[in-house]
């Protein structure tokens, strides 16, 4: 079991922060929390105490979209819209996984990073590669993260490089859901995007979901032009959404990634399946895909979580995509007249870490019997002219953070990093 002591915070509503200032966090010995206190029960008393001082204990992140094979070109391409983007840099750098060698080197790097920035918990875009797909599950989980990982579907609109056969792609997913032994993370279906994939394949994806009981993800009116290719491809769609659902790929264990532009029926056709929205604020800017209206699907009751969406994002650090995200909320608001209103640092930290929370079964924020996932941090370096509230501490630390301010991960239950 673990006891921490420290600054307890924590998200259990959209909007709302808990914060229990010196108090206990507490999970047993499955690594299931028992609860927050504020001070330690008797029947504690003589256990180990983990004990943080004055450092903030706080709900660790959620990564809800990242694209692992695009670690190594960060920051690369920004000028460029996605399709163009995708041509250019993407495609090319995912062939290379293809070298089981090189996805170890990288994997290994990426699995390390995230634990290190305080994400314990994923779901992420492999590539097209089987292997290499088993090699970033086994790096994550001996790291500690946990999640799901897809092996990328793609048949068409790849090049030559990076394309299967429908045949190709059916059979190695068969083989990989069948290799996948791990613990901590599991698979997830993912058809790239509709440009990529036959009907035929999608109709197969969505058999083998259904036959497993497996998640999807994939990604959804993200820029203009890709809505355009979309139509042609499916004339017998009215709307993008269309194409996912007519192939049982629409369900509420879907994430779909970006609808920046999504109309007001395919938003209502996602709040009626339960679906995801992940919201990815900074690969929307870099791409230039738009602003979407996080604000306004909120108050339309959409599930919407947060997603680095590395490399079209270009920071792999979710405090980022948090401040990333009440930015871009401020700009959707400013375009909007100001009539849509703004995310508060609160709202924007729920969607980064509560809101996936039912996506893994748990209740939102610190909840009786969740996996313990939290992290603890150090801002006393930090520079102050007077005493700050915990909170103002909080609310600061998503936009400041000094290097190696994170002292500690716990991930399921098990402390994955301790400097």
Not at 101 to 124: C, P, S
Not at 303 to 327: E, N
Not at 348 to 364: C, H, I, Q, R
């Amino acid at each position: 079991m673990l006891i921490l002591k420290g600054n307890i915070i924590s998200s259990p509503k959209f909007g709302e922060l808990s914060i229990v200032e010196h108090g206990y966090l507490i999970s047993d010995v499955e690594g299931k929390i028992i609860g927050v206190f504020s001070t330690l029960p008797k029947e504690y008393d003589g256990k180990e105490v983990k004990d943080y001082g004055d450092k903030l204990i706080m709900q660790s992140f959620s990564d809800m979209h990242l694209h692992a094979p695009q670690y190594p070109m960060l920051g690369m391409g920004m000028d460029l819209q996605l399709i163009d983007w995708l041509n250019t840099y993407t495609f090319p750098t995912e062939a290379n996984f293809k070298d089981n060698d090189l996805a170890r080197k990288i994997y290994h790097r990426l699995a390390l990073e995230l634990i290190k920035n305080g994400t314990t918990r994923v779901a992420m875009f492999s590539s097209l590669h089987k292997e290499a797909t088993l090699i970033l599950m086994d790096e994550l989980e001996k790291a500690g993260v946990c999640g799901y990982v897809g092996k990328v579907n793609m048949d068409r609109n790849g090049g030559v490089d990076l394309e299967e056969t429908t045949e190709e792609s059916i059979k190695s997913t068969n083989e990989w859901l069948k290799e996948c032994k791990f613990t901590h993370v599991k698979p997830i279906i993912t058809p790239r995007f509709t440009p990529s994939c036959t009907n035929e394949l999608m109709e197969e994806l969505g058999k083998i979901a259904k036959e497993h009981d497996l998640p999807i993800q994939s990604h959804l009116s993200e820029n203009t032009g890709e809505i355009a290719w979309v139509k042609e491809l499916h004339p017998d769609c009215k709307e993008y959404w269309e194409t996912y659902k007519k192939y049982n790929l629409w369900n509420d264990k879907t994430l779909m990634a970006h609808c920046v532009h999504s109309s007001l029926k395919e938003r209502t056709a996602m709040k009626d399946a339960g679906v995801y929205v992940v919201h990815c604020a900074a690969s929307n800017n870099n791409l230039i895909s738009g602003v979407a209206p996080i604000k306004l699907m909120k108050k339309e009751g959409l599930r919407v979580v947060l997603g680095s969406d590395i490399a079209g994002g270009d920071q792999l650090s979710m405090f980022d995509v948090v401040a990333s995200t009440i930015k871009a909320s401020k700009n959707r608001d400013i375009m909007d007249k100001w009539e849509s209103g703004f995310l508060s640092v609160e709202e924007a930290y729920y969607l980064g870490t509560s809101a996936a929370n039912s996506f893994f079964n748990e209740k939102e924020g610190f909840a009786k019997g969740n996996k313990l996932h939290c992290l603890v941090l150090d801002d006393s370096d930090l520079v102050s002219v007077r005493p700050l509230s915990v909170k103002e501490r909080f609310e600061r630390s998503m936009y400041l953070r000094e290097k190696d301010a994170i002292k500690a991960v716990i991930s399921d239950g098990r402390i994955v990093y301790n400097i």
